[in-house]
């Protein structure tokens, strides 16, 4: 549910990500599944729609990168590869998935693939749980791609992982926190008027007037 957000969903904490992860979630595979969302900054349907043998090895081992296929995408324009970080690394560890040939989240009854709404219906429990609001399924992926921005990655490289067309649909993602508009506008200071080493010059200082017996070329 996004309340008062303008339909932009919330970007998450740090330590709501923590309370989400640690006292929110029930399952190792809610945790797995959001834990795809926020660490490879994926659309849940992205997500719900992963095989397992995108994320692990005939052997079960977990991938260096989870394989995002291009059916699978937004648009289906094109694949994308993921590396995997040691924090979802260990969710998927722990998840280990039963059906190794199907998909990576099974639907009910081990049919299909669990439904983005379901996924949706999972999260807005949890967050009634714990007492969080403004929280969807997009805030994970909002969530990363700004985490990513306000550390200094380029756009270019944001929008690989993301699989935005183009920047200007990625810039739409970002958060503007209010302290950094603030730390922005500080940066004027060193335009600073007033000082010490302020010397009044004259308008007409640039200005260097031809003699009067200087003739000047018709050229």
């Known amino acids: 549910m996004k309340i008062n957000r303008h339909g932009k969903a919330k970007i998450l904490t740090l330590e709501e990500i923590q309370l989400l992860f640690n006292e929110g979630f029930q399952s190792d595979r809610d945790r797995a599944l959001f834990g795809v ?8 349907n992205e ?11 005939k052997k079960m081992r977990v991938r260096d990168e989870i394989i995002f296929r291009r059916h699978n995408t937004k648009g289906k324009l094109a694949a994308r590869a993921v590396p995997v970080i040691e924090e979802l690394r260990s969710l998927l560890v722990k998840y280990q998935p039963n059906n190794r040939d199907g998909f990576l989240f099974p639907g009910r009854h081990g049919k299909g693939h669990i439904n983005s709404e379901s996924a949706s219906r999972i999260l807005r429990e949890t967050c009634e749980m714990i007492d969080f609001e403004g929280v969807s399924t997009h805030s994970f992926r909002r969530t990363a791609l700004t985490q990513m921005s306000n550390s200094g990655i380029p756009l270019r490289i944001i929008q690989e992982i993301s699989g935005h067309r183009n920047l200007e649909e990625l810039q739409k993602y970002l958060e503007v926190r209010p302290e950094q508009v603030k730390g922005a506008m500080s940066s004027l200071s060193m335009l600073g008027h007033v000082g010490d080493g302020y010397i009044r010059k004259s308008p007409f200082v640039d200005v260097n007037p031809v003699p009067d017996t200087e003739s000047v070329s018709k050229d």
């Open 47 to 57: 997500a719900c729609t992963l095989n397992t043998l995108d994320v692990y090895d």
């Open 37 to 44: 969302c926020l660490y490879t900054a994926c659309r849940i």
